[in-house]
């Protein structure tokens, strides 16, 4: 039977309210535990997985930041090489390569001497402070508390 099936059985049986159901819940009780136990079996196989797969991806990620950062020394090098012989454009059969200006971009100074009209404002709500004011009885209007369960396997 399926989880779903032994919890529908065991509801149907509570619903009979006969005095010698309790050796059936008590199987069924058994039985739900087993299939609890295999599914559970089933997470702690996908979070060894996940486990791997991160550490895959931050494989992978170390080797693509290796490779970036070669492709920066690469392109300054060619850059510096092209400078030094005052040469702006090249074209070769497969490439064309050309030394030219970028955007211009902003460099802070001193963000001290900025006016706050440059500056961007968040605004957060601080949920530990908001949490201690409703246990007080302050902002019941504006916020509330919400108890949640989850599900945790030891």
Known sequence: ????ELTEAYNNLLD????????????????????????AKVIKTF????LAYKAEEERISAKRKRNENK???LKIYMQQNMEALEIKKIKTDLFSFGIQKNR????????????EDYFQVTRNPMKADIEKA?????????????????????
Do not use: C, F, W
């Open 16 to 39: 009979l309210e006969l005095e010698d159901v309790g050796p059936h819940l008590e199987i069924l009780e058994d039985e739900i535990g087993i299939k609890l136990e295999n599914l």
């Open 71 to 73: 492709i920066k020394s």
């Open 104 to 115: 211009a971009s902003v460099r802070i100074l001193d963000e001290s001497k900025l006016p």
């Open 1 to 4: 039977m399926k989880l779903y």
């Open 47 to 50: 979070e060894g997985e996940n």
């Open 134 to 154: 409703l246990k007080e009885g302050l902002l019941t209007d504006a916020a509330e508390l919400v108890q949640t369960e989850s599900l945790r396997i030891r």
